[in-house]
């Protein structure tokens, strides 16, 4: 019964654009702390200041790989947006929050605007699901078929 609540959804089918849209982020940003390491991995990680940069980077981008992955598959969508709503509000409170308090709140606004769009679309996601078009909607019905 609580799997398939994880999995139901009565979200419109354009809900696929959010999915698209945070899911092809997600990936993409994941994948490029693999690719670009000193820039965007545990360079970065270490810039900023965060512990053990070369163990977080890659498990951030690990999570990130995994749950875009899924998020574009509407495969666990809201299992999958939990830990990404997390990735955001830590890369908000360690990358944007110190722009706010030196910078201004103009200057954060601008710098954060990706941020705050996926923490956003995530959130999203967690509360209304995959919607029709994904992989939870066809478990989902075979779940109901099967009652």
């Given at each position: 019964?609580?799997?398939?609540r994880?999995?139901?959804?009565?979200?419109?089918?354009?809900?696929?654009?959010?999915?698209?849209?945070?899911?092809?982020?997600?990936?993409?940003?994941?994948?490029?702390?693999?690719?670009?390491?000193?820039?965007?991995?545990?360079?970065?990680?270490?810039?900023i200041?965060?512990?053990?940069?070369?163990?977080?980077?890659?498990?951030?981008?690990?999570?990130?790989?995994?749950?875009?992955?899924?998020?574009?598959?509407?495969?666990?969508?809201?299992?999958?947006?939990?830990?990404?709503?997390?990735?955001?509000?830590?890369?908000?409170?360690?990358?944007?929050?110190?722009?706010?308090?030196?910078?201004?709140?103009?200057?954060?606004?601008?710098?954060?605007?990706?941020?705050?769009?996926?923490?956003?679309?995530?959130?999203?996601?967690?509360?209304?699901?995959?919607?029709?078009?994904?992989?939870?909607?066809r478990?989902?019905?075979?779940?109901?078929?099967?009652?």
């Amino acid at each position: 019964m609580r799997f398939e609540r994880l999995l139901s959804s009565k979200a419109p089918p354009a809900t696929l654009l959010i999915r698209v849209m945070v899911g092809a982020v997600f990936l993409s940003e994941g994948l490029q702390k693999f690719l670009y390491p000193g820039e965007l991995g545990v360079g970065r990680f270490t810039k900023i200041g965060l512990p053990a940069p070369e163990v977080l980077a890659p498990f951030v981008g690990v999570v990130e790989i995994l749950g875009g992955t899924l998020l574009l598959l509407g495969l666990l969508t809201r299992l999958a947006a939990v830990p990404l709503i997390i990735d955001m509000l830590v890369a908000i409170a360690s990358t944007k929050v110190p722009i706010l308090l030196g910078r201004g709140f103009w200057s954060m606004a601008h710098e954060s605007r990706t941020d705050f769009s996926m923490l956003l679309g995530a959130l999203f996601l967690l509360l209304v699901g995959a919607g029709p078009w994904s992989v939870d909607a066809r478990l989902s019905a075979g779940a109901e078929r099967r009652k």
